[in-house]
């Protein structure tokens, strides 16, 4: 098969299209014909050498794929060959092939196109496992995304609103404070121009917001402090703005507030099949209904991935760019 390979750390130029060996499903997996991956920010970050696969998964970016399931292997259940699915990875979305443990699998929904798929599974296990398992966001709460234009925040905002949660977000444009309006969000907040602090409080007279979903780590820490609600939750999923913030814990005590900080790709594969069967029984419906809908920028062929990095680097997208194979025709 063929796959995006990284022989030298380095930009965009780094990631090389290449033969390389077809994976082998173990135990407990299926093979699946990629039909289309999707760029995350994590994939930048393993092209420059910052963010390494965990040990045993596939040395290949890519963190999401759909496609079809073309062997499985010893002790699979539920699944058969031909299969249509998509799937959260620990690596190895930017290939033809790729072997998934087989509780990281979700049936592709009932509406979306096999390609469009792709766009869902690292993105809607992120927002649910944080926003909603662990941050507990409620009806009639409101929830603040930093990068609300982006994969992450586009689907944060219409999962938010679908169980009745106010939703204000940050972007630098307002093209992009537009396209977030649309999806859904209350509260528009163009972080070049105003303080998203004083904007929140101002919105919510003076209360703050209850959950905050934060992309940018260190930067944003003693703001997002001060922009939480009393009993607020900062969920930090990113680390844009650097890994080293000083927390005036007086200030959290006061707000009686939490912080969790969670990456998706090294967590146990139990885990993360829990992860997967929430997002099915929870999301999946949403979904399946229409009121939640993937948001794609744009679509690549695998081979050109370079350019898909460079669009997240440019930082002009909107919503998700796929990368697409031979396969999706």
């Known amino acids: ?5 990284i022989p030298e750390p380095g930009g965009p130029e780094a990631l090389v299209w290449a033969e390389v060996p077809d994976p082998v499903p173990g135990e407990g997996e299926v093979l699946v014909e990629v039909v289309a991956s999707a760029v995350n920010r994590a994939d930048l970050l393993q092209r420059q050498g910052f963010y390494d696969p965990p040990p045993g998964s596939s040395p290949y970016p890519g963190l999401e794929c759909s496609g079809r399931i073309i062997a499985l292997g010893a ?8 299969d249509e699915v998509c799937a959260l990875l620990a690596g190895g979305g930017y290939a033809e092939k790729v072997a998934v443990p087989a509780g990281q699998l979700l049936p592709v929904p009932k509406g979306l196109d096999l390609a469009t798929a792709a766009a869902l599974p690292e993105v809607i296990c992120t927002i649910w496992s944080n926003v ?12 603040l995304v930093h990068g609300g234009a982006s994969g992450i925040g586009t689907m944060a905002i219409q999962l938010a609103k679908a169980v009745g949660a106010k939703v204000a977000v940050t972007a630098g444009s307002p093209a992009k404070l537009e396209r977030c309006a649309e999806l859904g969000a209350d509260i528009l907040i163009d972080y070049r121009e105003q303080d998203f602090v004083a904007e929140i409080r101002g919105a919510t007279g003076g209360a703050g917001a209850d959950v905050i979903l934060d992309i940018v780590g260190a930067k ?19 680390l844009q703005g650097g890994v080293k913030g000083e927390l005036n814990l007086g200030a959290l005590l006061h707000k009686r507030g939490a912080i969790t900080a969670t990456s998706l790709r090294a967590r146990p594969q139990s885990e993360k099949a829990a992860i997967v069967a929430a997002v099915r029984e929870h999301v999946w419906p949403l979904i399946e209904n229409g009121d939640i809908r993937p948001v794609v920028d744009q679509s690549l062929p695998l081979s050109e991935a370079v350019e898909g ?4 680097e440019a930082g002009t997208h909107i919503g998700k760019v796929l990368l ?3 396969a999706a025709g």
């Open 1 to 5: 098969m063929h796959a995006i390979t």
């Open 309 to 312: 990095h460079r669009a997240l």
């Open 75 to 82: 002790g699979v259940a539920g699944w058969a060959v031909g």
């Open 132 to 143: 909603f398992m662990i941050a507990h966001l409620r009806p009639g709460e409101t929830l």
């Open 220 to 238: 944003y820490l003693e703001r997002n402090v001060k922009a939480l609600a009393v009993n607020g939750r900062l969920a930090v999923i990113g």
């Open 324 to 326: 697409l194979t031979s």
